[in-house]
């Protein structure tokens, strides 16, 4: 007898199993959205986002390595023309499960598994915060250029003038608190010296 897989058993043997899956993941993709059991939720998960990655490959060979194991040839036909092209710029994540409650009859956790066909919104990726300080002066640089540019000629030449005036007076404390900061060690170290 072959080892069995991890996870809760479904009932039957593996083959029993296998076509279980096979048969939902077929439903899930004709129907995009089925409602069942969470633990054959779980279990099927795994087996359709493969399906769907060689789908999305598009090529012979992932079409019948799809297809020895969905045997309709219409729903492979869908999948691969239809499903496929909406997760094309989806790396991953194609279900997504959610709980209903629990059934009536034997109190089961029903859930409800659907594929994701909704367009991937692009993130900001966060950056680090030495490059981002590096990134908020070139981002004020372009703001200001822009005002530059919108402001007649008389006007900016006296905004120029009143900046570069602007940018000595900051520079000089700074250069003054530079200077003073590299005094204060060399007189700590004449003092060590002396005793």
Known sequence: MP??????????????????????AAALFTHKSI??????????????ERLITFAK????????????????????HELFTEI???????E??????????????DNAPMVQIELVLEPVVAKKKAAPKSSAKAEAPAAA?????EVVEETP???????ESTEAAA?????????????????APAAEAEEKDAK
Request: glycine share 10%.
């Open 3 to 24: 080892k069995p897989t991890k996870g809760p058993r479904l009932g039957g043997g593996p083959a029993h199993e296998r076509l279980l899956l096979a048969n939902l």
């Open 35 to 48: 409602k069942t059991t969470e633990t054959k939720a779980k279990r099927m998960r795994p087996l359709t």
């Open 57 to 76: 490959r598009g090529d012979l060979h992932a079409r019948r390595r799809v297809l020895a194991v969905i045997g309709d040839k219409n729903v492979v």
């Open 84 to 90: 496929a092209p909406l997760m094309a710029e989806r």
């Open 92 to 105: 991953g994540g194609y279900t997504r499960i959610t709980k209903l409650g629990f059934r009536k009859g």
């Open 141 to 145: 640089a372009p703001a200001e250029d």
């Open 153 to 159: 000629a008389e006007e900016t030449a006296a905004e």
């Open 167 to 183: 940018e000595e007076t900051t520079e000089a404390p700074e250069a003054e608190a530079a200077a003073d900061a590299d005094e």
